[in-house]
Nanobody
C-alpha cells in the first residue's frame, strides 16, 4: 500500500475555486491508479474522479464534469483535484485513494486512503 496525505481544503464562496493535493509516500506512486471521493454529512462516500497511472485516462462523476479536473505529477508523487465553479452541494470531506489495477469508480476497489480534507462552500 501507499500512504496518502490530502491538503488544500478550506472555506470558499459559491463560484470559487480550490485545488486539492494528494501527496503519496514511496517511489511507486506511478504504479497506482488514483481516485478522488467525497463524503458529505449523513451520506455515503461517493466517487468524484479517477486518473490512470500515466495520467492519460480520466473519469468524472456527472455532478463534477466540466468543473473539476484531476491530474497528477508522478515526478513529485502528487495528485491534484482542481475544483472550479464550486457549489454548496460540493461541501464534503474529500479523500484521495489509490489502487494497483485499472481506473475504477467503486469506493470498494481502493485499498489505500488519505485522512481527508474538508471543503466547505458557502452560499
Amino acid at each position: 500500500q501507499v500512504q496518502l496525505v490530502e491538503s488544500g481544503g478550506g472555506l470558499v464562496q459559491t463560484g470559487g475555486s480550490l485545488r486539492l493535493s494528494c501527496a503519496a509516500s514511496g517511489r511507486t506512486f506511478s504504479t497506482y491508479v488514483m481516485g478522488w471521493f467525497r463524503q458529505a454529512p449523513g451520506k455515503e462516500r461517493e466517487f468524484v474522479a479517477t486518473i490512470s497511472r500515466s495520467g492519460g485516462i480520466t473519469y468524472y462523476a456527472d455532478s463534477v464534469k466540466r468543473r473539476f479536473t484531476v491530474s497528477r505529477d508522478n515526478a513529485k508523487n502528487t495528485g491534484y483535484l482542481q475544483m472550479n465553479s464550486l457549489k454548496p452541494k460540493d461541501t464534503a470531506v474529500y479523500y484521495c485513494a489509490a489502487r494497483r489495477d485499472r481506473n475504477d469508480c467503486d469506493v470498494r476497489a481502493y485499498d489505500s486512503w488519505g485522512q481527508g480534507t474538508q471543503v466547505t462552500v458557502s452560499s
